[in-house]
């Protein structure tokens, strides 16, 4: 199914690197929508749900390997469940879900560990969600070394994938954006290190097209 099949609300993701500032964004825009009267759900992958926050613990916390393809399904399972419990629900009552990171997470970052395709994480996910795509996709995208000494000035310590190599990183940027290339419809590409208040208006301004349509 769609997401126009889906629901009446809308449902608007936010993608990018870790330290990105996705997070101060999506609060940005949950703030913007609620002042106008919208309900909105705002909530978040891995970890939306309580098996969620199960899972989350595994992939970012669990000491050692987990093999790639172990690690793309605990994804995909949060991701099922999150959906069918969380999301489309919000989005059969008209809300607006803001969502920190969604299935182009799971492409770039289990996809740049080379191990497994892009196309087949992709499909992964598409079949746990029963196809659900979101209306918008916010990539904030900044070079990692900006993003990393922007991490370095927090006092939170490095989970797994935080840890990983600078050449990881840069793959998970250029598989973003190239994503974000071949979906230029649902895709908003913004330059990361702009101040947050622009970066805001133009969020806002994109997500209230879409409300209108
Ligand atoms: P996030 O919740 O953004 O981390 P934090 O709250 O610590 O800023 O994301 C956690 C990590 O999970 C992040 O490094 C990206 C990774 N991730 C994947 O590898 N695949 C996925 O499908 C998702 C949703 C996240």
Redesign the pocket.
């Known amino acids: 199914m769609t997401s126009a099949e889906a629901a009446r609300g809308l449902f608007v993701t936010f993608e990018g690197g ?1 330290g990105a500032g ?1 997070t101060t964004q999506a609060a940005l825009l949950q703030e913007w929508l609620e002042a106008s009267g919208r309900s909105v759900v705002r909530t ?4 939306g749900t309580e098996v969620g926050v199960l899972v989350r613990d595994i ?2 916390h669990h000491r050692g390997e987990v093999a790639p393809r172990a690690e793309a399904l605990l ?1 995909a399972a949060d991701r099922a469940h999150h959906v069918e419990t969380v999301v489309r629900p919000a989005l059969a009552r008209g809300d607006v879900v803001i969502q ?3 299935l182009d ?2 492409v770039a ?2 996809g740049a560990g080379r191990v497994l395709g892009p196309r087949e994480v992709r499909d992964l996910s598409l079949w746990a969600t029963g196809g659900l795509l979101p209306d918008v996709t916010v990539l904030l995208d900044l070079d990692p070394a900006t993003a990393r000494s922007r991490l370095d000035a927090d006092d939170k310590p490095f ?1 797994r ?2 840890s990983e190599k600078s050449a990881f990183h840069e793959r998970v940027r250029a598989e973003f954006l190239a994503l974000a290339g071949a979906e230029p419809e649902r895709f908003l590409v913004l330059d990361a290190s702009r101040p947050v208040d622009e970066l805001a208006t133009i969020v806002r301004e994109r997500v209230a097209a879409s409300l209108a349509r």
């Open positions: 870790d996705k978040r992958e891995p970890g992939v970012l994804y920190d990171r969604y997470s799971s970052y289990q989970d994938l935080e």
